[in-house]
């Protein structure tokens, strides 16, 4: 999923999101690692996957939000 828009994490579930972010998360690991070692060839995919993540949370923040307000106005 490199490189997708905010408009389209919109249209995931919650668990879709999660699970997206944790793979990113193991994905910067091994990237960690490689960088190490250097085998690492794409120095770019770092950025590009810790702004993912910042895509999936900016999402998971506005929903809770909504929800929040939701909650309080009902």
Same mark, same amino acid.
């Given at each position: 999923?490199?490189?997708?828009?905010?408009?389209? &994490?919109?249209?995931?579930?919650?668990?879709? *999101? %999660?699970?997206? =972010?944790?793979? &990113?998360? $193991?994905?910067?690991?091994n &990237?960690?690692? !490689? +960088? #190490?070692?250097? !085998? &690492?060839?794409n120095? #770019?995919?770092?950025? !590009? %996957? +810790?702004?993912?993540? %910042?895509?999936? $949370?900016? =999402? !998971?923040?506005?929903?809770? +939000? *909504? #929800? +929040?307000?939701? #909650?309080?106005?009902a």
């Amino acid at each position: 999923m490199k490189g997708m828009k905010a408009s389209d &994490l919109r249209t995931r579930t919650d668990d879709e *999101l %999660a699970d997206e =972010v944790e793979t &990113l998360g $193991k994905e910067i690991f091994n &990237l960690r690692f !490689q +960088r #190490a070692s250097g !085998q &690492l060839e794409n120095t #770019a995919r770092f950025r !590009q %996957a +810790r702004r993912q993540i %910042a895509r999936i $949370k900016t =999402v !998971q923040g506005e929903r809770r +939000r *909504l #929800a +929040r307000q939701g #909650a309080t106005h009902a």
